[in-house]
């Protein structure tokens, strides 16, 4: 078994050197790579070690109370009492008050120890954004203190049975009990809720439900079903009985985190921001939990590769030219997948740091809606592919569960799925991403490209031409009646235009010869 070991110089060059995070005012490099090298020992000798078992013993539901695996809860309290969970809420809500980029950073460490404890805990970051943008002041300080103490975790509950991401056919109904329409205690919701990652866990005393229920409008879809939704806080501890957890997942992954069939029946519910407005609510917490979905994808290609350069470098395999024992790094084929996992690895991350720096910036918010949409896609699949090529590497042994690639496997393969599937995204940048605003996503990507590529020449020949073939791919999918048929080929055009332009500035910013090797093979790479 190869120990899990924090990518941190990785991160930190990705982050100071590719995306510029030192172009926001607030960035202290100094100070985050001290938090984050924290929290890496942290995750390396507490949080990692339960990965295996977690995934051996799973989640049991016990008379309708869900149990976490064996050490779940003792790794839990020590999160909270470090201050984990509060990472970016406000100090006067008793947070740290750190900035995005940081908890991006934790939170891919976090993924890559242990993606099924993350996913249990790390909705609370998306939770406290939400309740800052859209809570009154009693529902502030009321829940921040909660989650930012790990006193309460939360949960985001979307989709229903019939209900996929087709939001408009959500049928959970909040209705108000009394006659003063201004007592938001007064509403009562009731529905069914599925596949609620972290619906009921045993680690936090409470846990607050963000639900997206219909309060308005005939239910019938359309424009008027979407506006007739509205978001609700409902607090476990208070329902009792009527929030109910009637099943959990048997999945192909992420065996401990608890992935829940919940039934909602007359709970008591607050209104969170306005009646109708529940989309615009929500997609405070989707938006977060897209790139934090991208950045799990960046920890299983990260952790792929770890296991796999391990494992070669150790396992002798066949003979050299000379006769002599060879290593199974050693040889060509072994050395391209190897090369090809560290390519995705690096290159999924930059493009996701360069996304949440544009975000944090806050000047082109058209370049953020078109550029989140290309990391889900390229970096879920990235995770995917480079435990895919690990399994391959290490051969027989990958495919035993002892090595824990094919864990990684399993684990990465739902990123690519949830938080939206892949072609649900791809969509998105071949619809909104060409005509909102008149192509301006679109024209902030174009330029975009131009300043990572830069006028280096003519060693990005290549990355120039395929900007002209995306240019082109442009104005084809702007001239077709039907994008949807095009969406997936030019989506995978733009994250590969993404990718290697990415790798341009990685290897000529770093001026490192093994990346400026690594980037010969990007740019000579076969997509699949």
Known sequence: MTPFVAPVDDILFSLNTVADAHSLPYWDAELSEQILRHFAAFAEHEIAPLNASGDI???????????MPDGFADVYRQLAEGGWQGLTAPESFGGMGQNALVAAAVS?????????????????????????????????????????????????????PDAGSDLARIRTIAKQSGSDSKDSDRWRVTGEKIFISGGDQNLSEDILHLVLARSAGDGSGGREGINGLSLFLCSKSEAGESIRVTR?????????????????????????????????????????????????????????????????????????????????????????????????????????????????RGEQPALVEFLTPLCKVFCSEAGIRCADLGIQVLG????????????????????????GANGIHELAVSTRGLRTQGGAGADAFDSLIVSLIGSRAPENQEVQSLLTVWRASRQNMLSIDDPTTGSHAFAQLSCELFFRAVWSRIAFTAEDTELSRLYSTVLVRRTH
């Open 108 to 160: 891919e460490v976090f993924s890559g120890a242990n993606h099924s404890m993350q996913m249990v805990c790390n909705l609370v970051p998306g939770a406290i954004s939400t309740l800052l943008r859209y809570g009154d002041q009693a529902q502030q300080q009321r829940w921040i203190p909660r989650l930012a103490s790990g006193d309460a975790l939360s949960t985001m509950c979307l989709t229903e």
């Open 248 to 360: 959990i997942e048997q999945k192909l992954g992420l065996h401990a985190s608890p992935t829940c069939h919940m039934v909602f029946d007359d709970a008591p519910a607050q209104l969170l921001g306005e009646e109708g407005a529940g989309l615009k609510a929500m997609f405070t917490l989707m938006n977060h939990a897209r790139l934090d979905v991208a950045l799990q994808g960046v920890a299983h290609a990260a952790r792929a590769h770890a296991i796999s350069s391990n494992y070669a470098a150790q396992r002798a395999q066949g003979r050299k030219p000379d006769g002599s024992s060879a290593m199974l790094s050693e040889h060509a084929d072994v050395r391209r997948m190897l090369d090809e996992q560290k390519t995705l690895a690096m290159g999924a991350r930059a493009m996701a740091h360069i996304a949440l720096v544009e975000l944090e």
């Open 57 to 67: 013993q799973g989640c049991n539901l016990e008379s309708g109370v869900v149990r």
């Open 396 to 419: 027989g042994y990958g495919y035993l569960q002892e090595y824990h690639i094919a864990q990684t496997w399993r684990d990465a393969r739902i990123t690519a799925i949830y938080e």
